[in-house]
DNA sequence: CTTATGACCTGATAGC
DNA sequence: TGCTATCAGGTCATAA
């Protein structure tokens, strides 16, 4: 469920929250939510089954939607939520019972104790084991794409001008763009005025400034208003996200649009519900006349 | 190499 | 009430 607004919410609280504290001890009680990509599954057993443990946190970073967990020398865990998967702090006063398939208990002089939870129902997200920094970067980040929340128009233009593929397709394609998912990809489309069925190769300079300043902007917002709650996602205090009133398209299908009021129209592209304004996203590949919208 | 597709899961909700 | 069908914010392996 949760983009990069909803993971960089989780990531700075838990910065917060864990940084300098010690996992005194940790239990799984799934073990299939640890996860062993490409076939190394031996070695990630091997150090899957410390989990940190024993470990001083030192650093909680971030690059898309995935979150990286580590101790001083860079050994640590990428934590992927997948759609259903969120981290929960002990002072989320509403921690369900069900699917808390890891906890880390931390040292604590007792006046201060804390426990922090992998829960995931779907179980689409997981906990991967990591070496190290290189280890990190060569299997998984190095191969995604730039982070969506300071995605430059350069940057932008090299993940679209080669491919034929639509705009919403590259946006959710995270060895592209890293960070943006079915939300963001629909209301960056449309606050940048271009229609998701659109090729990417064919979009302009003056377009895809628009298309990057428009990822920024709607992810910065989001930022800062500690994510979506369409429906299930909680940061890790149980808390939601206030951005779902700022949606301006998705979820919004048979509304009028809320800048030019024309009936906001549906589609699965990319398998994924699409929502978008014929009238400020016309499909059109040539240069358009600025018009109404915002 | 790129790209499209299905698999992986549970739970909430709608319709009969 | 109980059944079935459909939908959901992501990632990964596979095959064309």
Redesign the pocket.
């Known amino acids: ?3 990069l607004p ?1 993971v960089e919410t989780i990531r700075c609280r838990l910065a917060e929250a864990i940084v300098g504290r010690t996992v005194k001890n940790t239990v799984l009680r799934r073990r ?1 939510v640890l ?1 062993y ?2 076939g190394d599954r031996k070695k990630g057993q091997k150090h899957g089954r410390w989990l940190l443990m024993g470990k001083e946190i030192a650093s909680v970073s971030r690059l ?3 979150l990286y967990i580590a101790d001083k020398l860079g050994l640590g865990i990428r934590v ?5 998967g969120r981290i929960a702090l002990s002072g989320d006063p509403e921690i369900p019972k ?2 808390r398939h890891i906890t880390w208990y931390f040292e604590s002089d007792t006046s201060n104790p804390l426990r922090m939870h992998f829960i995931d ?4 997200g997981g906990v991967y084991a990591v070496t190290g920094t290189k280890d990190l970067e060569n299997r ?1 980040w190095n191969r995604m794409g730039p982070d969506a929340l300071t995605i430059t128009t350069e940057k932008l233009r090299d993940a679209t001008k ?4 639509n705009l919403k ?1 590259v946006l ?1 394609d ?1 060895n592209a763009i890293s960070g943006v ?3 963001y990809a629909d209301e960056s489309l449309h606050k940048a005025r271009l229609a998701p069925q659109r090729a990417a190769n064919t979009i302009n300079d003056s377009e895809l400034r628009r298309l990057a300043s428009s990822i920024r902007s709607c992810l910065r917002a989001a930022c800062q208003m500690g ?7 909680r940061n890790a205090d149980g808390d939601k ?1 206030e951005f779902v009133k700022k949606l301006r398209v998705y979820g919004r299908q048979g509304l009028n649009c809320l800048s030019c009021k024309s009936l906001l129209e549906f589609e699965r592209l ?4 699409t929502v978008w304004c014929p009238r400020c996203q016309p499909n059109s590949e040539k240069i358009h006349k600025e018009h109404t919208c915002r």
């Open positions: 469920m949760p983009e909803e299939d996860r990509p490409s898309g939607k995935q992927c939520l997948g759609m259903s069900r699917h129902p779907r179980r689409f998984f080669r491919t034929s593929r397709s959710l995270q998912g079915n939300i994510g979506t709650t369409f429906k299930d996602y996200g990319a398998q994924r519900a």
